[in-house]
């Protein structure tokens, strides 16, 4: 505050270097938002296998730290031990193959292929049972049989 009673706010921009070129920080992002959404998840999901890691560091990170915690996120929600295993990662962080959606897809048709995409996953993990795949998905079980119906899955 200054003698005449007006107060100056300074906005400073800072950016940090992309993921990619401060690779040394990704054990402990990872281990920081393996720990969060766990707890957010309810799962005990304590470690990430050695491979996973890799396939971790391996991968450019074109979305950066956000991507990386949906990727963590995506293995502790859909992963079905106590460990995240480079199987649970995202196709795109696991090495399959890029698949790029048709050019005529609208964002509905996107939206419902990655809803679609979830509930195959979360079925594939419980052995077709669905209770258990609406609970991993935190859903319940009848909006989850309403949403399989909705979306063509039997």
């Known amino acids: 505050m200054t003698s005449h009673g007006v107060e100056f706010i300074w906005h400073v921009a800072i ?3 992309p ?7 990704l054990p402990v ?16 999901v304590s470690r990430i296998s050695d ?3 890799a396939k971790l560091r391996a991968y450019d990170r074109p979305g ?17 031990g ?7 990662l995202p196709a795109r962080f696991a090495g399959e193959p890029f698949r790029a959606p048709p050019e ?7 939206v419902n292929a990655a809803r679609k995409e979830l509930v195959v996953q979360a079925l594939r993990k419980t052995n077709g049972n669905r209770a258990a795949a609406a609970r991993l998905l935190g859903l319940e079980t009848k909006y989850f049989l309403r949403l399989m119906k909705s979306l063509n899955i039997e």
């Open 15 to 17: 950016t940090p270097p």
């Open 82 to 88: 106590s460990d995240i295993e480079a199987v649970d």
């Open 104 to 110: 005529n897809l609208s964002y509905r048709d996107g």
């Open 51 to 53: 491979e996973a890691r």
């Open 64 to 80: 950066n730290v956000r991507e990386l915690a949906n990727a963590i996120e995506h293995a502790v929600v859909l992963g079905s």
């Open 19 to 25: 993921l990619r070129e401060r690779r040394e920080d």
């Open 29 to 44: 992002l990872t281990d920081f938002f393996l720990r969060k959404f766990s707890i957010a998840a309810g799962r005990n």
